[in-house]
């Protein structure tokens, strides 16, 4: 019998893309065929982790021009912004989306992350397919204000609240009819009102790809979610090449700060902002190289680097001071070392505050705030000893969930016939 084919569209960032990659990979390990439609920039590490790859073009070039425009900027003082600002580079992946989506067999079973859920559900209504959800952060609807995006702003008599946080719901994942809008023009399918999306995809599974400790469990969730945990990808033998090496050989450990997806739209002067603030702080930094920038060891202060795995590097350091995007997040909650946001927009600012709450870390400072001096305070937090032992017993708990096999358990369920 031939195993049912897994499609896993993986719309969005790295944190988006290399959960989806590392159960692709697990499937495939086992035998069963499974493929990860992203964008190109990720087809490299898709395919290390064994899965394979279906492009959609390159994308994360366009990220970083939206964020360096005057919408981008925007979107970093205000959330009203950052829902157009998404919609509007989902809106430019639905052609290709469409195209790939075409080669998708009947009867597949669709793993689909929010920004291409009406995707999805378009296949399900057109081929027969079935689908589940993958949720990296706290958008789904709860009256539980640590676990949702925008808890802080709960106030209110209890019906107030609850149609904030369904409006909120349903808000995030309609931006995702931009992604399968051609797909649907092309079939000829319906397109569904923002509401009707959730109530329709919300039939089927959701898993929730965080960790309790991050997010707290709610009561109030979806009855077809489950929290699986953070899916990260299995401990590697990896060693620090050179210069890296050398660099983490002198002195004391310095610390990781780092942009995610952001990182590019500073280009060099965020490099040079970086030589400030460790020069403030008395404290070295390990950067991600920007376009235009040096790769290696850019002076006594500074050293960038390539692609490398954030859970095997950032036990290395001091400490961490990144944007809050989920992955990142996850790699640095689980590091035991203590780390900091310096959130620009999304689900980043969340993050900056639920680590602030678990003691990890000081308080976030917004992206559009840090200044040299900002970040050498931060520099200096991190890589004390005030938060230094909470960060450890943090670290215990989360590493004591395993999402990938959790994530995996599930998926069989819906794998395996009757």
């Given at each position: 019998?031939?195993p049912q084919p897994v499609?896993?569209l993986a ?5 988006d ?5 590392v ?5 495939v ?5 499974a ?5 190109d920039?990720?087809a490299?590490?898709v395919r290390s982790?064994g ?8 994308a ?5 021009r939206l964020?360096?425009s ?10 009203l912004?950052?829902?157009v600002?998404?919609?509007r580079?989902?809106a430019?992946?639905?052609a290709?989306l469409?195209?790939a989506l075409?080669?998708v ?8 992350g ?8 378009a296949?399900v ?20 204000p ?7 702003r ?6 107030a ?12 994942q ?5 992604t399968g ?5 092309r ?5 569904y009102?923002?509401s009707g999306?959730?109530a ?6 959701i898993?929730?790809a ?8 709610a ?7 489950v ?5 990260r ?31 590019d739209?500073g280009?060099?002067?965020?490099l040079?902002l970086l030589?400030?603030?460790?020069r ?5 930094i390990?950067?991600p ?9 850019v ?16 036990p ?13 997040t996850?790699a ?14 999304f689900d980043q600012?969340?993050?900056g505050r ?17 200044t040299?001096?900002?970040l050498?305070?931060l520099?200096t937090?991190?890589?004390g000893?005030?938060?230094r ?9 989360a590493?004591?969930v395993?999402?990938t096999?959790?994530?995996?358990a ?5 794998l395996?016939?009757?």
């Open positions: 019998m031939t499609t896993f719309i969005g960032s790295r944190g893309v290399e959960p989806m990659a159960l692709a990979g697990v499937l390990a086992q035998g069963r065929p493929t990860v439609i992203a964008v920039d990720y490299a590490l982790h899965a394979a790859f279906r492009g959609i073009g390159p994360m070039d366009e990220v970083a964020g360096g005057w919408l981008g900027r925007l979107a970093y003082r205000t959330p912004a950052q829902p600002l998404l919609g580079w989902l430019g992946l639905a290709p469409a195209s075409d080669e067999a009947a009867g597949s079973l669709v793993v689909t929010v920004a291409s859920r009406d995707a999805a559900l296949l209504e057109d081929r027969g397919c079935r689908m589940a959800t993958v949720l990296h952060t706290a958008i789904l609807p709860t009256l539980s640590a676990s949702q995006l925008e808890g802080y709960l106030w209110g008599p209890r019906w609240r609850r149609r904030f946080v369904d409006w909120y719901w349903h808000t995030v309609g931006l995702s009819r931009n809008r051609v797909f649907r023009r079939a000829g399918l319906r397109r009102r923002a999306l959730a329709a995809a919300d039939r089927f599974p898993w929730l965080a960790d309790p400790v991050l997010i707290p469990p009561s109030d969730w979806p009855a077809t979610c929290q699986t945990g953070a899916i990808p299995a401990s590697a033998e990896w060693t620090p090449s050179e210069p890296l090496r050398s660099f983490l050989d002198v002195g004391e450990p310095p610390v990781y700060v780092g942009l995610g997806s952001f990182n739209a280009g060099v002067r965020w040079e030589g400030k603030a460790a403030l702080a008395g404290r070295r390990v950067a190289v920007v376009p235009g920038g040096p790769l290696g060891v002076d006594e202060w500074l050293c960038t680097v390539g692609a490398v795995p954030h859970d095997a590097l950032l290395l350091l001091a400490g961490s001071v990144h944007h809050g995007g989920a992955g990142t996850a640095a909650l689980r590091a035991g070392v203590p780390s900091v946001c310096v959130p620009a927009a600012p969340y993050h639920r680590l602030a709450e678990l003691g990890v870390g000081p308080e976030a400072v917004p992206l559009h705030r840090i040299p001096e900002r050498a305070e520099l937090a991190v890589a000893d005030s938060y032992a909470r960060a450890s017993e943090v670290a215990r708990i590493r004591g395993d999402g096999a959790a994530a995996i599930e998926l069989d369920r819906l395996t016939p009757g």
